[in-house]
T-cell receptor
Framework: DAKTTQPNSMESNEEEPVHLPCNHS???????IHWYRQLPSQGPEYVIH???SNVNNRMASLAIAEDRKSSTLILHRATLRDAAVYYC???????????FGTGTRLKVLA | DTAVSQTPKYLVTQMGNDKSIKCEQN?????MYWYKQDSKKFLKIMFS???????INETVPNRFSPKSPDKAHLNLHINSLELGDSAVYFC?????????????????FGEGSWLTVV
């Protein structure tokens, strides 16, 4: 299974952008890059996903390196409600298996 | 309505007991999962069912037995509970996945069932 590496924790000030990095040097050509986040005492929730091109949605943006060995989740304006553990996950196309890593705990400072 | 609901939310029980956690999804998904999150917060897949058929069975003790009476339900039964079974158990669901038809296949998680074995 392809593996992802993320920093254990990051801090950001409220209203500022946050860039959460993820390394996935063993990614294969058919692996999708997914980001989920887990708010305290809740189940993980979907944030965004992509394959090769950068992606934007109402929650965040996903920037994927040209060689796909790394990606960055971008929260454009962090709020206190964004404090959570953010997981970067690779999922092979056609499989059901999501392998969660240790994630990055994001702390947002007021 | 909650998309993926699981009961009970909290469960405290003694070692050696048998307990079940129930899960239901109203999203019309074909695939359901059980994940376990231990005290170190690692989230590990345990089982996955697609249309009532077991498709993923990770290295889990056979004291854990999933049952899917229909594609909207996936229950988890645990026999002879041990202290190490204490964890948060998350049920989840997604659309079925097919090679070449991938659209991301978002997983929707329930709120978790906190199991404490004493």
């Amino acid at each position: 299974d392809a593996k992802t590496t993320q920093p254990n924790s990051m801090e950001s000030n409220e209203e500022e952008p946050v860039h959460l990095p993820c390394n996935h040097s063993t990614i294969s050509g058919t692996d999708y890059i997914h980001w989920y986040r887990q708010l305290p005492s809740q189940g993980p929730e979907y944030v965004i996903h992509g394959l090769t091109s950068n992606v934007n949605n109402r929650m965040a943006s996903l920037a994927i390196a040209e060689d796909r060995k790394s990606s960055t989740l971008i929260l454009h304006r962090a709020t206190l409600r964004d404090a959570a553990v953010y997981y970067c996950i690779l999922r092979a196309s056609g499989t059901y298996k999501y392998i969660f890593g240790t994630g990055t705990r994001l702390k947002v400072l007021a | 309505d909650t998309a993926v609901s699981q009961t009970p939310k909290y469960l405290v029980t003694q070692m050696g007991n048998d307990k079940s956690i129930k899960c239901e999804q109203n999203l019309g998904h074909d695939t359901m999962y059980w994940y376990k999150q231990d005290s170190k917060k690692f989230l590990k897949i345990m089982f996955s069912y697609n249309n009532k058929e077991l498709i993923i069975n990770e290295t889990v003790p056979n004291r854990f037995s999933p049952k899917s009476p229909d594609k909207a339900h996936l229950n988890l039964h645990i026999n002879s509970l041990e202290l190490g079974d204490s964890a948060v158990y998350f049920c989840a669901s997604s659309q079925a996945v097919g090679v070449g038809t991938d659209s991301g296949n978002t997983i929707y998680f329930g709120e978790g069932s906190w199991l404490t074995v004493v």
